[in-house]
């Protein structure tokens, strides 16, 4: 199984529309997750940590499920410019191993007008 | 006020080359990594030092060396570079908070590395 997984892609909607991600993690013991999203040819940047409570930003809202392993992110009133890859990450866990830090492969979302 | 920076931005050699990418922050953090990512859009961690003590490699050939002359500082170094290497090669750095939580990655705008 990997580390972290998400839905594959791509996903195309309407502008306007409603659009959820979810991601699945292996490493029970994580503790710090991430929304990332990457334009083409461009570094990742962040878009939102998800805390244990859940978190909204905006449009934006990030939910985490530790019994499942399970972050999602719900995308609503899509624009055209939400068009991106959104990456899912997470740590590793207790004693950390450094602080690393593990991406999923990524979904691609395509916004049309 | 670039918070990561990594030089150079695009890279073309041949296979056989050496060559080196730097990279410093001036964010404060104390770690930071080396992320590959192919063709496939994969980001896979490479490295990543931890007050210039290295804590993560990845299975990664020894053909590449990091170097972390001070922790704003991470530099990579390919020997015999081959085909296989070309990829968008990032350099990120972190704050890693009592061992189990990390505040967020933030990343150079990445090194593109073409080997022919």
């Known amino acids: 199984r990997k580390e972290v997984e998400q839905d594959p892609g791509p996903f195309n909607v309407p502008e306007g529309a409603t659009v959820a991600f979810n991601c699945t993690y292996s490493?029970?013991?994580?503790?710090?997750f991430f929304w990332y999203r990457q334009d083409c040819r461009k570094e990742p940047k962040l878009l939102m940590s998800v805390y244990s409570s859940g978190n909204e930003d905006g449009r934006f809202t990030a939910q985490l499920n530790r019994a499942s392993q399970y972050i999602s992110l719900l995308i609503r009133d899509s624009k055209l410019s939400d068009s991106a890859t959104y990456l899912c990450?997470?740590?590793?866990?207790?004693?950390?191993?450094?602080?690393?830090?593990?991406f999923g492969q990524g979904t691609e979302l395509s916004v049309k007008p | 006020d670039t918070a990561v920076s990594q030089t150079p931005k695009y890279l073309v050699t041949q296979m056989g080359n050496d060559k080196s990418i730097k990279c410093e922050q001036n964010l404060g953090h104390d770690t930071m990594y080396w992320y590959k990512q192919d063709s496939k859009k994969f980001l896979k961690i490479m490295f990543s030092?931890?007050?210039?003590?290295?804590?993560i490699n990845e299975t990664v050939p020894n053909r590449f060396s990091p170097k972390s002359p001070d922790k704003a500082h991470l530099n990579l170094h390919i020997n015999s570079l081959e085909l296989g290497d070309s990829a968008v090669y990032f350099c990120?750095?972190?704050?890693?908070?009592?061992?189990?939580?990390?505040?967020?990655?933030?990343f150079g705008n990445g090194t593109r590395l073409t080997v022919t």
């Open positions: 030092y931890n007050n210039k003590e290295l804590i």
């Open positions: 990450v997470v740590n590793g866990g207790k004693y950390n191993q450094g602080g690393k830090l593990i």
């Open positions: 490493n029970s013991a994580s503790q710090s």
């Open positions: 990120a750095s972190s704050q890693v908070r009592t061992g189990d939580y990390n505040s967020p990655l933030h």
